[in-house]
């Protein structure tokens, strides 16, 4: 069975701290992205990986950054946390045999940056 | 630009049936995808149309139409259960999602 699981559900930081959010997935697919998703918009993409130590910038990377050290895991900093990075956090990866493959969800991390 | 469109919220009753429709742009095409999302929960895939037509699966259909730029999710014999979020993605050239906002489905009794 699919599974890709988040570090938190909830987190609460304060404005300037430094956030780690970490996701790990149990399929052996190559391809992880980080999304932010809020009310009234739909998700938007921070960054993704096609590999391992590989990145890509997404439509939103300005404040965060990413790391794949190993396949399975793909985590998601905030250097600097700052209110309107309140939001939730979603994690999904797909293979890569074909572009058009499905994405699968983490449950999410709520953050609240105060 | 690229933009995907769907009502923000819909009602229907129990044992009915619901359209969701979804409209978009995007830079190219790689396919349409409709997800589910219960409320607090991660997102879980339901469909994906790349070829213009109806495809069926279960109490749940997905239609498109390419030369439209239309989808739309049909949910037949509705349940209680199916109170949920419903996310339109189109893919887009770079093989990239584009998300709606989603589409809050409301099922009374």
């Known amino acids: 069975d699919v599974k890709v699981t988040q570090s938190s559900r909830y987190l609460v930081k304060r404005t300037g701290e430094k956030v780690f959010l970490e996701c790990v997935q149990d399929m052996d697919h190559e391809n992880m992205f980080w999304y932010r998703q809020d009310p009234g918009l739909g998700l938007r993409l921070i960054y993704f990986s096609y590999d391992v130590k590989m990145k890509e910038k997404g439509d939103i990377p300005e404040g965060y950054s990413v790391s794949r050290e190993k396949k399975e895991r793909f985590s998601l900093i905030l250097e600097s946390a700052s209110t309107n990075q309140t939001s939730m956090y979603l994690c999904a990866s797909s293979r890569a045999e074909g572009h058009q493959e499905t994405q699968y969800f983490g449950p999410g991390t709520r953050l609240l940056v105060l | 630009g690229q933009n995907i469109d769907q009502p923000t919220e819909m009602t229907a009753t129990e044992g009915a049936i619901v359209q969701i429709n979804c409209t978009y742009q995007?830079?190219?095409?790689?396919?349409l995808f409709w997800y589910q999302q219960h409320a607090g929960e991660a997102p879980t895939f339901l469909s994906y149309n790349v070829l213009d037509g109806l495809e069926e699966k279960g109490r749940f259909s997905s239609f498109l139409s390419r030369s439209k730029g239309y989808s739309y999710l049909l949910l037949k014999e509705l349940q209680m259960k199916d109170s949920a979020s419903y996310l339109c993605?189109?893919?887009?050239?770079?093989?990239?999602?584009?998300w709606g906002a989603g589409t809050k489905l409301i099922i009374k009794p």
């Open positions: 993605a189109s893919m887009d050239s770079n093989y990239q999602l584009i």
């Open positions: 995007t830079s190219g095409f790689n396919g």
